[in-house]
C-alpha cells in the first residue's frame, strides 16, 4: 500500500491552504465535512517547537476526524527544522509542508517565509534537514518570485529532493494578495514537474467555483488550495466539486448558516476551551455576512461568550 497520501488523491483534489490564526482543528474539521480533500495547518514556528513552546505544541493537536492533515513548518533556521519535523512525526501528521511564501513582517524580517527563496544554500539545507528527519511526506508552498528570483529557479535548486507538493501562491511577494494569479508560470512549473511524482497545487483568488475551474482550465494542476474563499463558506469545497462534477451548484440558506454556525461553534468550544468564545465571534460576523436586516443581530455577535449566547442570537434570526 502507498503510504504516500499524496499519491492516492482523486484529481483534481481541494486543500485548505495554511492560514494563520484561521486553520485551526475547529476549521479544518469543518472544511473537511464540506469537501476538503487535504487540509494544512496554519504555520507553526520550527524555532518555537525546538524550545518546546508549550502553546505551539498545543497547536500540533489534530482530531482523528482530519486526515489528511499537512502540519506546515515556517522558521530560518535549517538546525531548528530537525527536531520540530520528528515532533510532527510524533504528533500523527501525514505531511510536513515548509512555508517559502509568507510575507509577513514578523517572518520574513527574521529572513524566513518568501525570503527564503533568495537564500538556495539555506532553502535548501531546511527542505533536506525535514525530509531527513520525518517518516511521512514533505511539500513546499512557494511563490511565483520575489524581486529577480524566479520560482522556477527556485525549484530547479530543490529538484533532486523528494518533494511530494509544490503549492504555488501565483503571485510574487511584492504583489502580496491580490491581482489575478499567474497561470504562465503554475503552468510553467508544472509542466516542469510532469514527468515526476510531483504533485503541483495552484492557489490564490479562488473565491467560487467558477474561479476554480478557470485556475485548473488554465494550468492543468493536480490539486488546488483554497485560502481566503473559506471566508464565511467553508461549504465552498463541495460547491467547486459539484460545479465541476455536474456544472451547478447551490448556494447555503439560512437554516443551513444557521446549522453551520452550531456546527463550528460546538467543535471550536470543544477543541479551544480557553479562546473559543473570542475566536467565534469573526466566524459569526463572516457567516452572517450578506444577510440582510441583522445589523443589530451582528453588533451582539462581537460580545457572546458562550454556545448558549450563539443559541439565543440564532432563534432571534
Ligand atoms: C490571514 C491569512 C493567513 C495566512 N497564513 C498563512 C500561513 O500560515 N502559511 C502560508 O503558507 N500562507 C498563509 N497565508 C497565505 C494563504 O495560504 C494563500 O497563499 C493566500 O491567501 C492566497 O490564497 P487566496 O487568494 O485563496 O487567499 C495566509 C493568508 C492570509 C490571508
Known amino acids: 500500500m502507498d503510504v504516500n497520501f499524496w499519491n492516492t488523491q482523486n484529481t483534481p483534489f481541494l486543500c485548505l491552504a495554511p492560514l494563520a490564526g484561521i486553520s485551526d482543528s475547529a476549521t479544518r474539521q469543518i472544511c473537511k465535512k464540506f469537501g476538503a480533500d487535504i487540509l494544512y495547518t496554519e ?24 486526515h ?61 534537514n525535514v525530509i531527513t528527519n520525518s517518516s511521512i511526506p514533505v511539500s513546499i508552498k512557494i511563490r511565483t518570485g520575489i524581486s529577480d528570483i524566479l520560482a522556477i529557479d527556485f525549484l530547479k535548486n530543490l529538484e533532486d529532493l523528494p518533494i511530494s507538493a509544490i503549492m504555488v501562491h501565483g503571485r510574487t511577494y511584492e504583489q502580496k494578495f491580490s491581482g489575478e494569479i499567474d497561470y504562465n508560470t503554475i503552468s510553467e512549473i508544472r509542466e516542469y514537474f510532469s514527468s515526476s511524482n510531483t504533485k503541483i497545487i495552484a492557489n490564490g483568488g479562488i473565491f467560487t467555483p467558477e474561479n476554480a475551474k478557470k485556475v485548473l482550465d488554465n494550468t492543468g494542476v493536480s490539486g488546488l488550495g483554497i485560502a481566503r474563499g473559506i471566508y464565511g463558506k467553508p461549504y465552498i469545497f463541495k460547491q467547486i466539486k459539484d460545479f465541476l462534477k455536474k456544472g451547478k451548484y447551490s448556494e447555503f440558506d439560512i437554516s443551513d448558516i444557521k446549522k453551520l454556525i452550531k456546527l463550528h461553534s460546538k467543535v471550536l468550544f470543544k477543541t479551544k476551551p480557553e479562546r473559543a468564545r473570542y475566536e467565534i465571534r469573526k466566524y459569526l460576523l463572516w457567516y452572517t455576512k450578506g444577510i440582510p436586516n441583522i445589523k443589530e443581530l451582528r453588533n451582539e455577535m462581537t460580545s457572546v461568550n458562550s454556545i448558549s449566547d450563539i443559541n439565543k442570537l440564532l432563534k432571534k434570526f
Not at 504555520?43 to 524550545?51: E, G, P, Q, R
Not at 501528521?93 to 527564503?116: E, M, T, W, Y
Open 68 to 128: 489528511p492533515v499537512v502540519v506546515q513548518l515556517f522558521g530560518k533556521n535549517p538546525e531548528t527544522f530537525k527536531k520540530a519535523a520528528k515532533i510532527c512525526c510524533e504528533y500523527g501528521f501525514d505531511g510536513i509542508d515548509i512555508n517559502f511564501g509568507c510575507p509577513a513582517r514578523k517572518v520574513v524580517s527574521h529572513g524566513g517565509g518568501v525570503f527564503l527563496m533568495k537564500d538556495f544554500d539555506k532553502s535548501r539545507k531546511i527542505v533536506e
Open 43 to 66: 504555520m507553526i514556528s520550527a524555532d518555537a517547537l525546538f524550545y518546546n513552546s508549550k502553546k505551539t505544541l498545543q497547536m500540533l493537536k489534530i482530531s482523528k476526524k482530519e
